[in-house]
């Protein structure tokens, strides 16, 4: 089973900073079964990209996706103050779907 | 709109059973696999449970398996979770969530693109 793997634990930076998430997964896997969800306090998560690169629906082109194999990355480009959150990658393996421990986004 | 609406949560003893319930509309229910997830008080998410649009499939987490049981009623649009011998580390907020399929350019990619608020289970004596 494939375990994933979040850093940095939490990100402090301010706004208008690009903010760059790591998700490293503990055997490679295939890029189209990765997923990335933000969930903000209080509130449920809500999918942010699918497929490693694709944003999901109404998301704002300042989140993009990338990686393949073992090593993906979350990117926000111009952090705004709304990007206060936690965010997740997710595996859809074939018999499971972990979740990464999280990344928290502090905005300063 | 669409939307998933949990219900059932509360206060339960060790070793109790509770039962969840997951409303949806605004979408046709019965062609789309479910899950849920769940969150304890301060932690990330764990997904439990995954269940295909028919309950031909289901997985569990290792954490789960052989006390909890999914079901379904799509006449009903709605998705079950019974909760049997229930420990302390159950307590948590419990999700929801639709199980979307996407193909792009011959590709297809899977995520959870549609989530419950969630309901809040506490087990503690």
């Known amino acids: 089973e494939i375990v994933l793997t979040q850093s940095p634990g939490t990100l402090s930076l301010s706004p208008g900073e690009r903010a760059t998430l790591s998700c490293r997964a503990s055997?490679?896997?295939?890029?189209?079964?990765l997923a990335w969800y933000q969930q903000r306090p209080g509130q449920a998560p809500r999918l942010l990209i699918f497929g490693a690169s694709n944003r999901a629906t109404d998301i704002p082109d300042r989140f993009s996706g990338s990686g393949s194999g073992t090593d993906f990355t979350l990117t926000i480009g111009r952090l705004e103050p709304e990007d206060c959150a936690v965010y997740y990658c997710?595996?859809?393996?074939?018999?499971?779907?972990?979740f990464g421990g999280g990344t928290k986004v502090e905005i300063k | 709109e669409v939307q998933l609406v949990e219900s059932g949560g509360g206060l339960v003893q060790p070793g109790g059973s509770l039962r969840l319930s997951c409303a949806a509309s605004?979408?046709?229910?019965?062609?789309?696999?479910m899950n849920w997830v769940r969150q304890a008080p301060g932690k990330g998410l764990e997904w439990i449970v995954y269940t295909s649009s028919s309950t031909t499939t289901t997985f569990y987490a290792d954490s789960v398996r052989g006390r909890f049981t999914v079901s379904r009623d799509n006449a009903k649009n709605s998705l079950y979770l019974q909760m049997n011998s229930l420990r302390d580390e159950d307590t948590a907020v419990y999700y929801c969530a639709r199980d979307e399929q996407w193909l792009v350019r011959s590709v297809f990619y899977y995520a959870m693109d549609v989530w419950g608020q969630g309901t809040t289970v506490t087990v503690s004596s």
């Open positions: 055997q490679s896997l295939n890029s189209n079964f």
């Open positions: 997710q595996h859809y393996g074939s018999s499971y779907r972990p």
């Open positions: 605004g979408f046709k229910f019965s062609t789309y696999s």
